[in-house]
């Protein structure tokens, strides 16, 4: 099995900083892209960011030059830096991968549980 566990949600005054942090686990063979989306309340879920294997990145343009998205390939991790957060980023934030499995020969989209990002003061 594989799995994403998130890390780092919570709550943040505006103009603050935090870091998501995921961690794909299980029979992996091969990690290609790897993301960030989020999905704010009465709206429909939205990509923040991506990177690939090579380390190119895209952002939104809601989001660039704020957050920085960054991967550890030996470690099969990705990390989310915000920062000059606003209320607008509030949201819960969702880590995806594109996962070749052990078992599996071809790449798979999997999901993260979700992590809550409130943007408050």
């Known amino acids: 099995q594989v799995q994403l566990v998130e890390s780092g949600g919570g709550l943040v005054q505006p103009g603050g900083s935090l870091r998501l942090s995921c961690a794909a686990s299980g029979s992996i063979f091969s990690v290609g892209d790897m993301g960030w989306y989020r999905q704010a309340p009465g709206k429909q879920r939205e990509l923040v960011a991506i990177i690939t294997r090579d380390g190119s990145t895209s952002y939104a343009d809601s989001v660039r030059g704020r957050f920085y998205l960054s991967r550890d390939n030996v470690k099969n991790t990705e990390s989310l830096q915000m920062n000059s957060l606003k209320p607008e980023d509030t949201a819960v934030y969702y880590c995806?991968?594109?996962?070749?499995?052990?078992?599996?020969?071809?790449?798979?989209?999997?999901w993260g549980q979700g992590t809550q990002v409130t943007v408050s003061s």
């Open positions: 995806n991968a594109r996962i070749r499995s052990s078992y599996r020969p071809v790449y798979a989209d999997y």
